[in-house]
């Protein structure tokens, strides 16, 4: 079925970057909804990041708007999140995803928890 595969995770001083990567196989990425997940020790997963496939309807989380910038290139289907100006807050497994059906216009699958997961990539940032 479908597989999700995240990237680029890693230890990083506080104010650093970091960028993640993402590819996703068994779908037809450009058709599909793709988005970014963060879960720290003993809290929720939380939707930071989503982008629609076409429309390119994107969402960010309260927690990261203005640092962290999500990107798609279709021609290589890879989606991307871009993280500037790390907080120590920022340290959680980061979680890539894409939405399980196709054609969705709106960002919702960022507050959904049926979507298809990756494994996590884990962003830690020291003070």
């Known amino acids: 079925q479908v597989q999700v595969v995240e990237s680029g995770g890693g230890l990083v001083q506080a104010g650093g970057s970091l960028r993640l990567s993402c590819t996703a196989s068994?779908?037809?990425?450009?058709?599909?909804?793709m988005g970014w997940f963060r879960q720290a020790p003993g809290k929720e997963r939380e939707g930071i990041s989503c982008?629609?496939?076409?429309?390119?309807?994107?969402y960010y989380a309260d927690s990261v708007k203005g640092r962290f910038t999500i990107s798609r290139d279709n021609a290589k289907n890879k989606l991307y999140l871009q993280l500037n100006s790390l907080k120590p807050e920022d340290t959680a497994m980061y979680y890539c995803?894409?939405?399980?059906?196709?054609?969705?216009?709106?960002?919702?699958?960022?507050?959904?928890?049926?979507?298809?997961w990756g494994h996590g990539t884990q962003v830690t940032v020291s003070s």
């Open positions: 068994g779908l037809s990425f450009a058709d599909y909804a």
């Open positions: 982008i629609t496939a076409s429309e390119y309807v994107i």
């Open positions: 995803a894409a939405d399980r059906l196709p054609g969705s216009t709106t960002a919702h699958m960022c507050m959904a928890d049926d979507n298809y």
